[in-house]
Nanobody, 125 residues
Framework: QVQLVESGGGSVQAGGSLRLSCSSS????????MGWFRQFPGKGREGVAR????????YYADSVKGRFTISQDNAKTTLYLQMNSLKSEDTAMYYCAARYGACWATMTPFGFAYWGQGTQVTVSS
């Protein structure tokens, strides 16, 4: 059973930076897809970025491309999301997610079986 714990959220002014971390335990042998989602009040979760541990191939939503960077440590037990040039519209609850095997072609929450508890990011303008 994979367990995920996010940290690093907080409040920042527009233009600032934050780095989210997601520590994982119970990782299976083999490769897996890990991603970051965010959820705005009253809305569903939207994909932000994902990475496949087997190839390190990444995907970013258009809204964060060029500003956010997803990465993993060498042990593949910690997932990061470096967020630069933050905007007020980035304010949301951010969730770490994982699934065994390759990433799906589309970044949908249904493609991930394991979720963290979320960490709040608030960007003030």
């Amino acid at each position: 059973q994979v367990q995920l714990v996010e940290s690093g959220g907080g409040s920042v002014q527009a233009g600032g930076s934050l780095r989210l971390s997601c520590s994982s335990s119970g990782n299976p042998y083999g490769h897996y897809c890990m991603g970051w989602f965010r959820q705005f009040p009253g809305k569903g979760r939207e994909g932000v970025a994902r990475i496949y541990s087997g190839s390190n191939i990444t995907y970013y939503a258009d809204s964060v491309k060029g500003r956010f960077t997803i990465s993993q440590d060498n042990a593949k037990t910690t997932l990061y999301l470096q967020m630069n040039s933050l905007k007020s519209e980035d304010t949301a609850m951010y969730y770490c997610a994982a699934r065994y095997g390759a990433c799906w072609a589309t970044m949908t929450p249904f493609g991930f079986a394991y979720w963290g508890q979320g960490t709040q990011v608030t960007v003030s303008s």
